[in-house]
């Protein structure tokens, strides 16, 4: 009875969005207010962060971690995928509206592979581009942008699959094109499932990413105002281990400063990470002011990563995820040479049950870095302990 009490706590977590009112930020930048927020506000539920954190402690006590990933080769000598874990609660094999987000100015209807190329290469602002359920073999892009309040939505239900053949096949979907929003399907079998290469405000919901040979999503080339929320990601890194993280931010750091990726006011929220290699989300170094919240996080599976967050972007909120399972720490920052990052970033209610030898939160170079652990923070099983500075109180 207990655990089923607890399975259902957790369910309840994950998909619902307590009042954003009085959770501590102190270092967060007002940066976020001119983020991808103020494009598609996040619903928001009735619920106190009193009993969210309540919650959390008592769902917190039994989670257990995954299995794991089965370790016998499968014929193509790739991994087998594994579950979603229980944990994480009951996920809707598709959304359960199936209309695109906003009001379309064209309504493009498409079947095949054929036609989502044509759809994608004569995109408009304010298309609602439409998939059938099917598969949709290839690699497609667009480079078409929206504009404010005519978004180009590309969407469908998650029976609608762009597979790309295999692992080390390309990008799924490429996206360098602003305000694009991806809704609903399926991405699978390529090197990377959706990469957001320049285009801003670009919003991916919903999506259902897996079978990548590296990322599951990325977001490089200045492509700042990105939201990545509801969706799930899982059984990437096939072919590149290191590279096989859930949502990757940011490319790694050249020299100078003047060589930073600089993907600003990211938000990735509500999403369900499981079966990675790395970790589940990458901030690289040159990203600022950006909100990770209430996010799932299974770290079972991880052989090159050692946290499930690798934050080196400055002025991040990190709130209210749920993390299970990691052979290091649960949170890490890293102050990236003497460029000035990983810095001013908040941790805050977030709950960890480590089941490793570090730390539920690991601050590189405390002293230099202003970075702050609040202590509504919950952290079990972490041999380390809660952090490696001391938590900052609730004011």
């Known amino acids: 009875m207990v655990l089923v009490l607890s399975l259902f706590i957790v369910a309840y977590l994950v998909f619902f969005t307590p009042s954003e009112e009085n ?56 991994r087998e995928p594994a579950p979603m874990p229980e944990w994480m609660g009951r996920i809707e094999s598709s959304p359960v509206n199936t209309i695109c987000p906003g009001a379309a100015s064209r309504h493009v209807p498409v079947a095949n592979a054929q036609e989502l190329t044509q759809a994608l290469e004569t995109a408009q602002a304010g298309d609602q581009i439409v998939l ?64 957001v290469d320049g285009g801003t405000q670009v919003q991916i919901d919903y999506v259902a990413v897996s079978t990548t040979g590296g990322a599951g999503i990325a977001f490089q080339s200045n492509a700042s105002d990105g939201v990545v929320q509801d969706s799930l990601i899982h059984h990437t890194g096939l072919t590149a281990g ?18 930073l990726d600089q993907n600003d006011n990211m938000r990735i929220s509500r999403t369900r990470i499981w079966d990675t290699p790395a970790e589940s989300i990458r901030v690289r170094e040159g990203s600022t002011g950006g909100l990770l919240d209430y996010n799932s996080f299974d770290g079972t599976a991880m052989t090159t990563g050692d946290s499930w967050v690798d934050l080196r972007g400055n002025e991040y909120v990190v709130r209210g995820n749920v993390g299970v399972g990691s052979p290091g720490d649960g949170f890490q920052t890293h102050n990236v040479g003497n460029l000035g990052w990983g810095k001013q970033n908040t941790f805050t209610m977030n709950t960890v049950q480590l089941d490793g030898p570090g730390y539920g939160f690991y601050i590189q170079d405390p002293d230099q870095t202003e970075n702050a652990v609040i202590c509504d923070n919950i952290v079990t099983r972490a041999e380390s302990g809660l952090a490696n500075v001391e938590c900052v109180q609730n004011t």
């Open 23 to 78: 959770i501590p930020t102190p270092t967060a930048t007002a940066a976020l207010e001119n983020s991808a927020l103020s494009w598609t506000p996040l619903p928001v539920a009735t619920e106190t962060d009193i009993k969210r954190t309540a919650e959390a402690a008592d769902a917190a006590r039994d989670m257990t971690p995954s299995t794991g990933v089965d370790s016998s080769a499968s014929p193509a000598g790739m």
């Open 132 to 195: 059938a359920p099917g598969k949709y073999a290839g690699n497609f892009s667009i480079s078409a942008s929206g504009e404010q309040g005519k978004q180009i939505w590309i969407c469908g239900p998650r029976e609608a699959v762009i597979d790309s053949g295999g692992p080390a096949n390309g990008t799924a979907l490429m996206i360098t094109g602003s305000m694009v929003g991806v809704w609903g399907i399926s991405v699978t079998n390529a090197q990377t499932g959706i990469l």
């Open 242 to 259: 290191s590279s096989g993280v859930g949502v990757s931010v940011g490319a790694p750091a050249g020299a100078s400063p003047d060589e």
